[in-house]
């Protein structure tokens, strides 16, 4: 292999699974790297865990800006997203304006409101588990792990229960564009996100006049130096929770499935000990590329990893490739339930650490507990089928048999 085989912007070989071969041989010999596109400058892909946690953490050079043009920056043939046209959410905003709004989330995005969830996600992580179980075979992710987020968010946001099923539609029209089985009609694209904006405000105009004990209801009343956030800011927030929290999840309990299982001892030791679950966690999230990168935008000409990057450049942070950097982590494409890393980028690094992390955490492993008690055996039946997408690390279908305990 050499330089010349890897093609970051290949949407067809991410529908074979994360391309590990490649962040493996860029990681070896070219850690920073100017991969072409059909730009002038093409864009930096950085590969190596500690480049990536150090650019993460200096949004002053590696912005996040919508006004730059967001974190989303490898598009159809590597045309990056145009200026001005990033959503205005947290995620593509830099300081000052991110700090208020991480200041203000996180007054409402406490770990004391997300622990009261876990009662709720048990019971539907438990229903989810033996309805499959009475079945010969199931796929994993569109019966249970693409529901069991569904549930999560909306008991979070106080959405009532016969209403959820529509956010799992919504999500799946706008995170499925690039893949051939998933994807939908500009039309249906425009349609989802009307439709999901629409029952947002919906949704925060019953909560502003009947607050409850939800997140958008904590959100709604937030306030920082006397000063909360507009409707326009509330309903970003709602689409990002409803659109990353759903899909990212997903994806992870899928993934995480499929390190457990590809060596029978290591779900084995789950079963016998469920409360292995908690230090697995970790490493599901290690180990599952739930988000392959997110993009910066240079906003100085800079010396970065021995190459010189100029004001205006592109950079790809490769979260999915830092995870395995064998400096970092031994033997690193191995899942080891016991290996308990003290450090990942499941949820990226520096002032744009993901704020879902502690629910993430709760679902992983609330989930591995209730599988863990009630199927003594998991087998995948058939080959995953993995998203057509450099973005998203999805896993699209899972066959498996549950044996129950």
């Given at each position: ?256 499935l499929i390190g457990l299982l590809e060596d029978p ?51 790809a942070l490769f979260f999915a490739s830092g995870n ?82």
């Open positions: 292999m050499d330089l010349s085989d890897i093609n970051l912007l290949d949407l067809d070989r991410y529908a074979e699974g994360p391309p590990l071969d490649w962040f493996a041989y860029l990681r070896a010999h070219a850690p920073v790297y100017r991969h072409p596109d059909q730009t002038e400058r093409g864009f930096w892909a950085l590969t190596k865990f500690d480049d990536i946690a150090k650019a993460a953490k200096t949004p002053t050079v590696f912005s996040s800006s919508y006004l730059r043009g967001g974190t989303i920056v490898l598009g159809h043939s590597g045309i990056d997203t145009m200026m001005g046209t990033a959503p205005r959410v947290m995620s593509n905003m830099d300081a000052p304006e991110h700090l208020k709004y991480r200041r203000l989330s996180t007054r409402a995005f406490t770990n004391k409101a997300l622990d009261a969830l876990v009662p709720a996600y048990r019971r539907a992580a438990a229903a989810l588990i033996d309805n499959a179980m009475k079945r010969e075979s199931v796929d994993f992710v569109t019966d249970i792990a693409a529901k069991l987020p569904v549930q999560a968010i909306g008991e979070m946001l106080g959405i009532p229960e016969e209403d959820r099923h529509l956010l799992g539609k919504w999500t799946d029209a706008l995170t499925g564009s690039e893949d051939p089985e998933l994807s939908r009609s500009p039309e249906e694209v425009a349609e989802a996100n009307t439709a999901l904006f629409t029952y947002g405000q919906q949704l925060r105009e019953r909560r502003a006049e009947e607050p409850g004990d939800d997140l958008l209801s904590a959100l709604i009343a937030a306030e920082v130096d006397d000063e909360g956030l507009t409707e326009e800011e509330l309903g970003g927030f709602f689409a990002l929770l409803v659109i990353a929290g759903a899909e990212t999840s997903r994806n992870v309990l899928s993934h995480g001892d290591q779900y084995g030791m789950l079963h016998e000990d469920p409360s292995l679950a908690k230090d697995a966690t970790e490493e599901i999230l290690r180990w599952s590329p739930a988000v392959i990168y997110l993009g910066r935008h240079v906003t100085q000409d800079i010396e970065f990893g021995g190459q010189q990057m100029k004001e205006g450049d592109r950079v395995r950097d064998e400096d970092k982590f031994a033997d690193a494409d191995r899942f080891d339930i016991h290996r308990r890393p003290r450090e990942h980028l499941a949820f990226g690094s520096g002032p744009h650490a993901c704020l879902g992390a502690h629910l993430a955490r709760i679902e992983i492993r609330v989930f591995y507990e209730e599988l863990a008690q009630r199927a003594s055996k998991v087998r995948i039946t058939d080959k995953p089928s993995y998203l057509r997408s450099n973005l998203a690390g999805g896993v699209k279908h899972l066959p498996v048999a549950l044996t129950p305990a």
